[in-house]
């Protein structure tokens, strides 16, 4: 017989490795330490990596909470090549030529999108709709009709331009799509623009230096010596 612990609550910083999903890492944690409630704040693409913020027990009470707060990611943005999903996971649209952008044009445009901008979420995202996410549309060929919603880019800090790819640091609000930020740089450059890499950096106060390595997961002594009580 299977025994359920309901006794174990707190908040764990993972980093999350890239090839998997942030529902998988949940799940793992959820087998390993035998609990029934566990969620994550802010999920995280497959391919990307980074700072995953897991809430266990009686802790996932404030996933609203943590939702909120500010995050801060490193990026490449790669250049003259559009997909439809914003990263190289998705399939090419167009390729397009960039030999007329320069350093001194994109530094024009990150001043551009730094403030309050209005952005449409992606149809490759976990945002649902009449009870499906939108990505499961994405994945049939239908596209959803979405609102502008405005977010804050507090911080757009390029840090070096080599050939075709743009190495960036943003740091942003809640509810923020690095795959649409990179699509509309790009729009406003003219060549198009998708996220070669993406990792997350921060979520609030809270920093990836800090976070259990995913491969320590199967420990759970490990995993219980790192939960942050709340």
Do not use: W
């Amino acid at each position: 017989m299977t025994i359920i612990c309901n006794d174990i609550s707190g908040l764990l910083l993972l980093d999350k490795p890239s090839n998997i999903t942030s529902f998988k890492v949940v799940d793992k944690i959820k087998r390993v330490l035998n609990v029934k409630k566990v969620g994550h704040c802010g999920t995280l693409d497959p391919a990307a990596t980074g700072l995953l913020l897991i809430l266990i027990g009686k802790a996932t009470k404030l996933q609203s909470k943590f939702m909120k707060e500010d995050k801060v990611y490193m990026s490449s943005f790669l250049l003259g090549v559009v997909t439809d999903s914003g990263d190289l996971d998705g399939k090419v649209i167009s390729k397009n030529n960039i030999s007329n952008v320069d350093i001194r044009m994109i530094m024009r445009v990150a001043k551009i999108f730094k403030g309050e901008v209005f952005q449409i979420p992606p149809m490759y995202s976990a945002l649902k709709r009449n009870g499906r996410k939108l990505y499961e549309f994405a994945r049939h060929g239908i596209e959803i009709r979405r609102e502008p919603r405005k977010i804050v880019i507090r911080e757009f800090d390029v840090l070096s331009y080599n050939e075709d790819i743009i190495e960036v640091r943003i740091e942003c609000s809640s509810g923020t799509y690095i795959r649409t930020l990179a699509q509309d740089f790009g729009n406003v450059l003219k060549c198009g623009a998708t996220v070669k890499a993406l990792r997350r950096e921060k979520i609030g106060v809270f920093n990836v230096k800090d976070a259990l390595k995913f491969e320590d997961v199967n420990d759970t002594d490990k995993i219980l010596s790192e939960l942050i009580p709340i």
